[in-house]
């Protein structure tokens, strides 16, 4: 399968505890995005990287979240002290370079759903 | 900042009847993207859009790009029940380096057999 990864596809755990998420993106797409949904909801974008820099963070994000795409290929998003309102699924997508015109056609994977007790 | 709204939120046909869905970006868009969530599925995406006043075609689905750059709509002909779920509009905004795509919160559409 060369889609859109992601593990582990469902985490339940206690408010205060930290959860870290994985992304590994289609091979030969350079961006990365995350993005969070709540029930009822469009995808609310968190941030994206091309390679592996991070070039965007919405001003939304608190401080207890991070993610990192250290070799420019598969990404982590982490959240510390989770909250209860943390409770999502959290959606990574890749997509082509702008250069090719194509950099807004995004291919999600399947998520992973955070339930914070 | 940039918003993207879409309506209805909601919508029940009988199967064979045709479905619209209308986007609109508070600001000028760079292009838009539609997709397709299924019940209990991820977003798939279905057709990007880029040129003002912009029209195209698959199948039963024509999609179309406002001339001003800031709307959009879905319009699928004869429903059928494999077009159950929620259609989103996403739009790039027409200012910034082909960032971040930016949401509408959807049409969920049901459709009666």
């Known amino acids: 399968d060369t889609g859109v990864s992601q593990d582990p596809r469902h985490k339940i755990t206690k408010r205060g505890q930290n959860v870290t998420f994985r992304c590994d993106p289609i091979s030969e797409h350079n961006r990365l995005y995350w993005y969070r949904q709540t029930l009822g909801q469009g995808p609310e974008f968190l941030t994206y990287?091309?390679?592996?820099?991070?070039?965007?963070k919405s001003r939304l994000l608190s401080d207890r979240f991070s993610a990192e795409r250290p070799k420019g290929s598969f990404s982590t998003l982490e959240i510390q002290r989770t909250e209860q309102g943390d409770s999502a699924m959290y959606l990574c997508?890749?997509?082509?370079?702008?250069?090719?015109?194509?950099?807004?056609?995004?291919?999600f994977g399947e998520g992973s759903r955070l339930t914070v007790l | 900042g940039q918003q993207v709204m879409q309506i209805p939120q909601y919508q029940h046909v009988q199967e064979g009847e045709d479905f619209t869905t209308y986007c609109n970006s508070s600001?000028?868009?760079?292009?838009i993207q539609w997709y397709k969530q299924r019940p209990g599925g991820h977003p798939v995406f279905l057709i990007q859009?880029?040129?003002?006043?912009e029209v195209k075609k698959q199948k039963r689905l024509t999609f179309q790009f406002g001339e001003a750059k800031k709307n959009s709509s879905l319009h699928i002909t004869a429903t059928q029940t494999t077009d159950v779920g929620t259609y989103f509009c996403?739009?790039?905004?027409?200012?910034?380096?082909?960032?971040?795509?930016?949401f509408g919160d959807g049409t969920t559409l049901t459709v009666k057999p």
């Open positions: 990287f091309q390679n592996e820099a991070q070039l965007e």
């Open positions: 996403a739009g790039q905004a027409g200012n910034t380096n082909a960032g971040k795509s930016t």
């Open positions: 859009l880029v040129k003002s006043g």
């Open positions: 600001t000028t868009l760079s292009n």
């Open positions: 997508a890749s997509s082509l370079s702008r250069w090719t015109g194509r950099a807004g056609e995004l291919f």
